[in-house]
């Protein structure tokens, strides 16, 4: 195979990289066609990572459709769901293992699941995944583009990192996936419970939520790594400020989760975390806050019932630099805070509108 016009206009290091790179690709089995090809649409780093992710890939939608029993819309209504390009010319871009995916989403069908809500789950899978590959991807590119990387160094650099991490990632995933579902299990549980019969192993806790405002948005036009940023600085704000009978129980991504037996520390501790937020500049989020006292049960450092449920909504409604907090948690801390009434306020799975009052630190002539 003669490939010596590709290396036209490269010499010294750079050539011989390049020529270490065709040498070793044609080995694996590429094409001249698709070599040519590549280094015209300048990708020739990019095949060793395609051969690596991509390998499996030679089913066309068609062909995919019939192995998993399923009609061609299907599959194209699923590929979109995911976020994933699908091309109008018949290419071979599914994998065994898309077809494995297809039928255990028919089975979800079959068993009677709702086919919008089915979709509607694809769809946040594969808004979550995107956010998962691009910030492995940037790390990756951080870690190889120093200066002075070759193109062949580039290429099968990748090409090794994705071969790495893909199983390790898939484990990452599947461990998060097992704990959140538990957690989630575990507060609807807890809801169950409340409803039917109580909760006789509660105690009365005061919980707290503080949600970064905007970080939606900021995840739409930010770098994953700013956004990591972000987070892992909210949480170390929270991490700081909960002393005493202050807990800090998690941070979920925009949101810090604070407990405490204390309600009057706790409204404090708040508004320190709303006031540190605001003192971090203009390039960071401002917080808005709930904090809700009630019955809830403990169970592995996580905490569960009505509260947490409704400590979480009130960031829904509170207002940007703001703590709102529900009249139990007034009655208990009224003397402690300066108040404003912010009326009553219907709350998602909250069947009757609460009512709602704004906590701001006493002045000095208070």
């Known amino acids: 195979m003669d490939l010596d016009d590709l290396l036209d206009g490269l010499e010294g290091d750079e050539r011989e990289a390049r020529r270490s790179l065709l040498e070793q690709l044609s080995s694996d089995g590429v094409s001249e066609e698709e070599l040519r090809k590549a280094a015209e649409e300048q990708r020739l780093a990019l095949l060793p990572v395609e051969r690596v992710l991509l390998a499996e890939q030679s089913l066309t939608a068609d062909e995919v459709a019939e192995r998993a029993g399923?009609?061609?819309?299907?599959?194209?209504?699923?590929?979109?769901?995911?976020?994933l390009p699908l091309s109008a010319d018949g290419t071979p871009e599914f994998s065994e293992n898309d077809v494995k995916a297809l039928e255990d989403v028919k089975q979800f069908l079959d068993a009677g699941l709702d086919e919008q809500g089915v979709e509607d789950a694809t769809r946040v899978v594969g808004e979550s995944m995107s956010r998962v590959a691009r910030t492995v991807a940037q790390l990756t590119a951080s870690s190889l583009m120093r200066p002075g990387v070759t193109e062949q160094e580039l290429g099968v650099g990748f090409a090794e990192m994705a071969r790495r991490l893909v199983p390790?990632?898939?484990?990452?995933?599947?461990?998060?996936?097992?704990?959140?579902?538990?957690?989630?299990?575990?507060?609807?549980?807890?809801?169950?419970?409340?409803?039917?019969?109580?909760?006789?192993?509660?105690?009365?806790?005061?919980?707290?939520?503080?949600?970064?405002?905007?970080?939606?948005?900021?995840?739409?036009?930010l770098p994953p790594e700013e956004i990591g940023r972000v987070a892992g600085r909210?949480?170390?704000?929270?991490?700081?400020?909960?002393?005493?009978?202050?807990?800090?129980?998690?941070?979920?991504?925009?949101?810090?989760?604070?407990?405490?037996?204390?309600?009057?520390?706790?409204?404090?501790?708040?508004?320190?975390?709303?006031?540190?937020?605001?003192?971090?500049?203009?390039?960071?989020?401002?917080?808005?806050?709930?904090?809700?006292?009630?019955?809830?049960?403990?169970?592995?450092?996580?905490?569960?019932?009505?509260?947490?449920?409704?400590?979480?909504?009130?960031?829904?409604?509170?207002?940007?630099?703001?703590?709102?907090?529900?009249?139990?948690?007034?009655?208990?801390?009224?003397?402690?805070?300066?108040?404003?009434?912010?009326?009553?306020?219907?709350?998602?799975?909250?069947?009757?509108?609460?009512?709602l009052f704004r906590a701001r630190e006493k002045s000095g002539d208070e």
Request: glycine residues 12%.
């Open 70 to 83: 399923v009609k061609l819309d299907f599959v194209k209504r699923h590929r979109r769901a995911l976020g």
């Open 168 to 221: 390790l990632f898939g484990n990452q995933l599947e461990l998060v996936f097992k704990q959140q579902l538990l957690e989630l299990v575990r507060s609807e549980m807890v809801s169950q419970q409340e409803l039917e019969s109580g909760l006789p192993d509660a105690e009365t806790i005061n919980v707290s939520f503080s949600d970064l405002v905007g970080f939606t948005k900021m995840g739409e036009e």
């Open 234 to 355: 909210l949480g170390e704000l929270a991490g700081d400020l909960a002393t005493g009978p202050v807990r800090l129980v998690k941070t979920i991504g925009d949101a810090a989760m604070l407990v405490s037996p204390d309600a009057c520390a706790l409204v404090q501790v708040t508004l320190d975390l709303v006031r540190a937020a605001d003192e971090e500049g203009e390039d960071f989020p401002m917080l808005r806050a709930g904090v809700a006292r009630g019955e809830a049960i403990g169970r592995g450092g996580d905490w569960y019932g009505r509260p947490v449920n409704v400590a979480s909504r009130l960031t829904g409604v509170a207002r940007a630099g703001s703590v709102l907090v529900t009249e139990g948690v007034h009655d208990v801390t009224e003397d402690a805070f300066s108040w404003s009434f912010a009326g009553k306020k219907k709350l998602k799975g909250v069947k009757e509108p609460l009512p």
